[in-house]
């Protein structure tokens, strides 16, 4: 089946500093989603890409989709202690309606 | 977030005993999705529902069971509840605009 890989599991970051998490794909992908879940809280979503080579940024964070539509990145710049929680990419398939989630990355932040 | 909730919030419950946990939302989403929460897991989609009455198994389905009755009402059950059922829950729709999930059910099976 599916499977969606995220690296690093755990990220510790001192605050101001930069660092980016990465999201693989076995299979090509439809869309690649990615959620923020708050530590006790539920996942909310931040953002979808759908095409090749997309890039797209909210403020501070900047996602990429690879070429191929099996990676993914997200990049946080200037990381602030707001940005404390896991990051979930989720990918689904053309075929499908269930999103499969990575593993997470669960970003601490040293002040 | 988007008319959805679900109860209880929190549950214990002993082992062998049925435990139905419920999702409800107000806006009338047609694909509704449980999904279980284990640390070093992420997500993992147990079943979903595209329909009133329909519904399809996720990658860890067994031990569990779905109906959809009304469009508003996704309910999950553990037939006989086992320890390694112990975890957090989470119910969720398709905005069009990712998903939107509830705020999730703590079961602790002992």
């Given at each position: 089946g599916q499977q969606v890989m995220q690296i690093p599991q755990y990220q510790h970051v001192q605050e101001g500093e930069d660092f980016t998490t990465y999201c693989n794909s076995s299979t090509t992908l439809s869309n690649i989603q990615w959620y923020k879940q708050r530590p006790g809280g539920h996942p909310v979503f931040l953002i979808q890409l759908v095409k090749s080579g997309e890039v797209k940024k909210q403020k501070r964070l900047t996602f990429q989709f690879g070429e191929a539509k099996k990676n993914s990145s997200l990049h946080i710049t200037a990381?602030?202690?707001?940005?404390v929680g896991t990051y979930f990419c989720a990918g689904l398939l053309s075929a499908g309606n269930k999103l499969t989630f990575g593993g997470g990355t669960r970003v601490l932040v040293k002040p | 977030d988007a008319g959805i909730t679900q109860s209880p919030r929190h549950k214990v419950t002993e082992t062998g005993t049925p435990v139905t946990l419920r999702c409800h939302q107000t806006?009338?989403?047609r694909y509704m999705y449980w999904y279980r929460q284990d640390p070093g897991h992420g997500l993992r989609l147990i079943h979903y529902s595209y329909g009133v009455k329909d519904t399809d198994k996720g990658e860890?389905?067994?031990?569990y069971s779905v109906s959809r009755s009304k469009t508003e009402d996704f309910l999950l059950t553990l037939e006989s509840a086992t320890s390694s059922q112990t975890s957090v829950y989470f119910c969720a729709i398709t905005t069009g605009d990712g998903y939107t999930f509830g705020s999730g059910t703590r079961l602790t099976v002992v």
């Open positions: 990381t602030q202690t707001t940005d | 806006e009338n989403h860890v389905s067994d031990g």
